[in-house]
């Protein structure tokens, strides 16, 4: 299982998490699914609407989710998300592992007070309900 992105890509998310630090930020991660490989070809940034706690919180804006299901179908296609870990470490935390779906890849950047990080990809194991790492290779 590997994620590929593009260093373009994967560089504009390191900076919406320089800019939404000291808060979480998140997105959509776009591209296409091959098994279980997925290639990211491009990122939509999404409202962190949490009502609290948004430097260790996330909840994607609705409409946002909505505006992606209608405007990447076939060929091009929502396959992951992304956030940043403001002051913590690019692996997924409980509150994450709560609102996991499979299917989806999750990119996830640290991020404190210098700039961003490392970035890591995950997936959920459904049947343990644990995430597993995902290679990441940078196009």
């Known amino acids: 299982m590997e994620t590929r992105i593009p260093r373009g890509v994967l560089t504009d998310i390191q900076a919406h998490a320089r ?26 940034r999404a409202r962190n609407v949490h009502p609290e706690m948004r430097h260790a919180r996330y909840t994607v804006d609705p409409r946002d989710v909505w505006a992606v299901a209608r405007d990447y179908r076939g060929e091009v296609e929502h396959v992951g998300f992304y956030h940043s870990h403001p002051d913590g470490a690019a692996k997924p935390s409980s509150w994450d592992l709560e609102r996991a779906w499979r299917y989806y890849v999750y990119g996830i950047v640290a991020v404190d007070r210098d700039g961003p990080g490392e970035f890591a990809a995950w997936v959920l194991d459904e049947p343990s309900r644990t995430f597993r790492p995902v290679a990441v290779r940078i196009l």
Do not use: K
């Open 19 to 44: 800019e939404a630090y000291p808060e979480e930020c998140c997105g959509f991660l776009i591209g296409r699914a091959e098994g279980e490989d997925r290639t990211i070809l491009e990122h939509r």
